[in-house]
């Protein structure tokens, strides 16, 4: 059995690596290596999951943890890099704004979020705070890939990113949620993706192309 | 059996023989039945807690009490009616060739699925439960709204999905907050998640932790019911998708959004015992009306411009939750029933006349009381129901409303009456053309069913002069409640 500073430290590395693979979303020209990045945010999910069942005990994580990593370590990433190809959509990313100024206001939304979690006192369980604060970091640098990036698909990856974000938290500062909680969860983030799937297909057949700034045109 | 297990067995089943039923006729005659079959299980639920008061079923997984039930028959009432119009509605749809069979089907798929996420998140006794059924429901009609297919609505429904999406991740964050300090108090299971057992002990709750909770529930949530300056989806989604969707869009989830929020707002003021979240939601809800009356007088689109009349409903519900006495929450619990059965009829005659006018622009739908008076009669008096002309119910309802606001934050009243005359001259100067104008030359009529639409504003008059007592216990149960912030 680890002992519990080694496991507050060892969540901690994992915090700090998930919120640098958020960054490296975000500093992304190229689409392979975005969804790259996305894979690598996806297996470090399922180790924190395996990480935090090893420690605590609760099996039901490993569960999840092996579901991650097969869905949003393998999976999703592969599909949407077939998605590219298959649609032959330009393989730059397409920032609206360049990604210097975009790096800047990431880095200010962590302080936000810090700045935000700062009532929340230390529980029992282990190092809730700073953990918070980084997932909530990480969701809004999902928000912030959603809102600056011109195509449908690095939007579909800034909200799985998102929802990386958010099962992050709740594995590493609760301890997972409920079985039944996280199940239902993870079906709707199936049927979203699904949807997404088909609205690719349906933005290029009417659109001509996975180009966003169409979609304003039109509406 | 028991009824709760029907309930939400009846629209899921439906649903999945829905999609694969190719016969149209059929499949909407068959989405009448289900939904009518739903709408009578929810009668006898509603019969059980006339007798036996709130109560929990299989284990703690759902419950029902005075402030959930009348939303339960008031979901089944009006998908029930909607399916009923639904049926002409769609067919004509099809015949001139908007809709493919193969997308009929989906849409009668969707519609129970959609029923069903919102029975789900009304009576489940799980916050996480909660927000998984409010996305189920979602994620149902984005499908919906796409489902003409035209540029405008594929755009309104990638809106819908994503805006939706963001707020909905940001409402599961609040929710993974509120756990990680419930799951200190009731140990790291379901239980920590259960609504019941959670207000029995919201006291014990770190208040910093559900504080910031809540602003993240506020902003999710808040998303969903169409607050300013969250609302940008709705307007979209509403005018692009078909007309029973926008019905049960505006009348039903909406509703089914705010019950979410206002559960959360209970659980944090046991727990805070400040005004905290009360303030917020008289900020959010304020701001809501005033932006949605002003936007009313710039709309070119019919639907377009009834969606703003359900985000301005939408702030003044979540307005008068926020004052949070008995006396405001129960106009708030009367005025959500009242503006969906109101709003949805109105939805029901907005499609027959656009069907008949062939556009949903308001400028090209002119002499509509000429032209066929059963749909200009219905529109008309629709939208004095809806801008709150006594003997209506909504009357009532911001009449016990104004009076609250004017007990505990008077200088609100500044906003709120301005705001209520602004919407109201909006709403007329759109209407008065339509259906007093000179009617076009060519003349097309459509086969109407408008019996739906009198239902539901026959149903708005009666609680306008008389609400039942059982109904009248109802809301007053679940103001007192809901005023205590626990059970």
Not at chain 2, 329 to 347: D, E, P, Q
Not at chain 2, 356 to 379: E, F, H, R, S, V
Not at chain 2, 432 to 461: C, D, K, S, W
Request: charge should be positive; aromatic fraction near 10%.
């Amino acid at each position: 059995m680890i002992s519990s500073e080694f496991l507050r430290q060892l969540s901690s590395l994992a915090a700090a690596l998930f919120l640098l693979t958020a960054f490296s979303l975000l500093a992304q020209r190229h689409m392979r290596a975005f969804l790259g990045w996305f894979a690598v945010q996806g297996i470090l999910l399922a180790a924190t999951s395996a990480l935090v069942a090893f420690s605590t005990g609760i099996y039901e994580l490993y569960v999840s943890a092996f579901l991650a990593l097969i869905l949003k370590g393998f999976l999703m990433p592969w599909l949407l890099w077939r998605i590219v190809i298959q649609l032959g959509v330009n393989r730059e990313v397409e920032p609206l704004i360049n990604i210097f100024p975009t790096m800047l206001i990431a880095a200010t939304l962590v302080l936000f979020a810090y700045y935000v979690s700062l009532p929340i006192q230390k529980t029992t369980l282990v190092m809730t705070r700073n953990i918070i604060a980084i997932g909530l970091a990480c969701v809004l640098i999902g928000m912030l890939i959603m809102i600056t990036r011109r195509k449908a698909i690095t939007q579909v990856v800034g909200y799985l990113a998102m929802e990386n974000a958010l099962f992050f938290t709740a594995t590493a500062a609760t301890h997972g949620m409920p079985l039944v909680v996280e199940i239902g969860i993870a079906f709707d983030v199936l049927i979203a993706a699904l949807i997404f799937g088909l609205f690719f297909f349906q933005i290029r057949e009417t659109f001509d192309s996975l180009d966003l700034r169409h979609l304003e045109d039109k509406s | 059996m028991n009824l709760l297990n029907l309930l939400l067995a009846i629209p899921i089943l439906t649903g999945t023989i829905l999609a694969f039923t190719a016969h149209s006729r059929r499949a909407a005659r068959l989405n009448i039945a289900a939904s009518l079959l739903t709408f009578i299980t929810s009668l006898g639920l509603a019969l059980r807690v006339l007798e036996q008061g709130s109560t929990v079923f299989n284990g703690q997984a759902f419950f029902l009490d005075p402030f959930n039930i009348f939303l339960v028959c008031l979901t089944a009432f009006v998908a029930a009616n909607t399916a009923i119009f639904s049926s002409a509605y769609m067919l004509h749809e099809e015949e001139i060739g908007r809709v493919t069979p193969r997308n009929m089907r989906l849409y009668h798929a969707m519609f129970q699925l959609f029923v069903f996420g919102m029975l789900l998140a009304l009576t489940t006794n799980n916050l996480g439960v909660l927000w998984i059924a409010l996305e189920l429901a979602t994620l149902a009609t984005v499908l919906l709204v796409a489902l003409y297919q035209t540029p405008a609505a594929i755009s309104a429904a990638w809106k819908y999905f994503i805006l939706c999406g963001m707020g909905i991740a940001l409402a599961l964050f609040g929710t993974i907050l509120i756990f990680s300090t419930s799951s200190d108090v009731l140990g790291h299971s379901n239980a920590a998640l259960t609504w019941t057992l959670l207000y029995a002990k919201a006291d014990q709750l770190t208040p910093g932790v559900i504080t910031i909770a809540f602003v993240f529930l506020m902003v999710g949530y808040g998303t969903k019911v169409g607050l300013f300056p969250m609302h940008h989806w709705l307007p979209d989604a509403h005018a692009e998708g078909p007309t029973p969707i926008s019905a049960v869009l505006s009348g039903l989830l909406l509703n089914v959004a705010l019950y979410a929020l206002v559960r959360c707002k209970a659980l944090v003021d046991g727990a805070t015992h400040n005004g905290l979240a009360g303030h917020l939601m008289i900020g959010f809800g304020l701001l809501s009306l005033l932006v949605a009356a002003l936007s009313l007088h710039r709309q070119k689109d019919i639907k377009r411009m009834f969606s703003f009349s359900s985000i301005e409903h939408m702030g003044l519900i979540t307005f008068s939750f926020g004052i949070g006495t008995p006396l405001a929450n129960f106009a708030a619990l009367l005025h959500m029933t009242v503006h969906s059965l109101v709003k949805s009829g109105i939805f029901f005659t907005v499609g027959h006349a656009a069907q008949a006018m062939k556009t949903q622009i308001m400028g090209k739908i002119t002499g509509l009381i000429n032209l066929q008076p059963g749909i200009g009669l219905g529109l008309l008096l629709g939208t004095i129901a809806i801008a709150g002309f006594p003997p209506f119910g909504i009357f009532t309802s911001e009449f016990l409303l104004l009076t609250a606001a004017l007990k505990s934050y008077p200088w609100t009243i500044g906003i709120l009456l301005p705001s209520l005359v602004v919407a109201f001259a909006g709403l007329f100067r759109h209407l008065q053309p339509m259906v007093f104008g000179a009617p076009p030359r060519e003349v097309h009529t459509v086969r109407v069913n408008m019996i739906p639409v009198y239902i539901h504003l026959g149903l708005a008059l009666y609680l306008g002069l008389a609400i039942p007592t059982f109904l009248a216990n109802w809301f007053q149960t679940a103001a007192d409640l809901l005023s205590r912030g626990s059970l």
